[in-house]
């Protein structure tokens, strides 16, 4: 096999976009894709070269045994039933953010894919980014020393009424399942504990309609601890603007600031534990080396995971993310929706039976929008921003 054949099952925002991507891509090829909306069919007609498969729905698509691999890229509560149909039909499946709504839906998931032997995958494209990259290879090396506190701010997800109005599953409980955390912070949570390690308590406060009319939440600050006594704070919303994207780090051995493309480190002289806090200065104004941190300037995005997907499947390489690794963002959303529904700190793993009852209130009882889906024309391939 010199290509890998790609269906791309939802031609939504990302579906579109991956198949714009593919022409791009290095080993893979589209080959047919599937939606359940007319106009998207129409699109791919009109759009696509010619040739392209096209079907109703992703289950057809899957049936048809013209693909060798699929992308999912359809609303968040029908990727555990797609991903399992894919990898039991055969097929490898590169699934978009989340894997899940909630934990409890991942492990039929992972077993699928174990019986199947077929590579599973997940789109957490902000992984090939090279700030977070470098900076993971340095928390890794213990070169700063350990961690004494994380702090991301990453309120640079603006979305106008208008952005919620724009579909009928957007931003509610039975559509959607959540809000910021389940739509723009996959990516931010699965960096943060494939940075970090998976945090053991968690309390968050989860605003929901704060700044939109809507049911879930668009607004989150949560309080994180993990093993060893480090802690963090996460800060989401879609209601500031401009909006900030801030990660601070604070090791033993000074901070590393990532910000407007860039790492900045504050290296001290020495360890704060062994060489300052015993000391007899009771006000020490230790040296600091300031630098810019050099990284490979390398950040493929949505476009690097593709390619490392069929690279895998072809010739052994790794993945960029396996799919059993999407259950630890997803454990930490989960957390912060389960702390601020009861009020009170969490630890992980969650109990998913209680997460899973809780979100089922709320979605029996979730509001029913009569608007249209609507396709945004927008380029994101840079960003690697939810739509």
């Not at 894709?33 to 699109?43: F, I, N, S």
């Not at 912070?185 to 968690?202: A, E, I, K, Y």
């Not at 999407?326 to 989960?334: E, F, R």
Request: with cysteine.
């Amino acid at each position: 096999m010199e290509h890998l054949k790609i269906g791309v099952i939802g031609l939504g925002n990302m579906g579109s976009e991956h198949c714009r991507l593919l022409s791009k891509a290095k080993e893979a090829v589209l080959t047919c894709v599937a939606d359940l909306r007319p106009e998207r069919r129409e699109w791919a007609r009109t759009s696509l070269p010619e040739g392209i498969g096209i079907f109703e729905d992703g289950l057809s698509l899957i049936a048809a045994k013209v693909c060798d691999a699929v992308i999912i890229a359809i609303p968040h509560y029908q990727h555990p039933e797609m991903t399992i149909a894919a990898l039991n039909a055969g097929l490898h499946v590169l699934c978009e953010k989340p894997v899940a709504v909630y934990t409890a839906q991942v492990q039929p998931v992972l077993e699928a894919a174990e019986r199947s032997g077929k590579t599973f995958a997940l789109m957490f494209n902000q992984r090939t980014n090279c700030l977070y990259r470098r900076l993971r290879e340095i928390i890794t090396s213990g070169e700063m020393g350990p961690i004494k506190r994380m702090s991301w701010t990453i309120t640079d997800w603006y979305r106008s009424q208008a952005y919620y109005d724009s579909g009928s599953w957007r931003a509610t409980w039975a559509g959607e399942g959540g809000g910021v955390l389940l739509n723009q912070c996959p990516h931010q949570l699965d960096l943060l504990q494939w940075l970090f390690g998976m945090p053991t308590r968690v309390r968050a406060f989860c605003h929901e309609a704060k700044w939109h009319d809507i049911e879930v939440e668009d607004d989150v600050t949560a309080y994180l601890e993990f093993p060893g006594g480090a802690t963090g704070v996460f800060i989401a919303s879609t209601g500031d603007l401009p909006g900030t994207n801030r990660l601070e780090v604070s090791f033993d051995r000074g901070k590393i600031v990532c910000e407007n493309g860039m790492l900045l480190r504050w290296k001290l002289s020495g360890s704060e534990e062994a060489d300052f806090r015993p000391g007899k200065d009771a006000y020490p104004r230790p040296s600091l080396r300031t630098e810019v941190v050099e990284t490979d300037g390398e950040n493929p995005q949505h476009i690097g995971v593709i390619n490392a997907f069929a690279a895998h499947i072809l010739h052994g390489t790794p993945l960029i993310a396996e799919g059993a690794e999407g259950l630890n963002a997803l454990m930490i959303s989960n957390a912060m929706h389960l702390s601020s529904w009861l009020g009170y700190p969490v630890t992980t793993p969650i109990d998913e039976e209680l997460f899973a009852a809780m979100l089922a209130a709320r979605a029996k009882h979730s509001r029913r929008k009569n608007t249209e889906d609507v396709t945004f024309v927008t380029d994101h391939s840079e960003t690697g921003r939810a739509l």
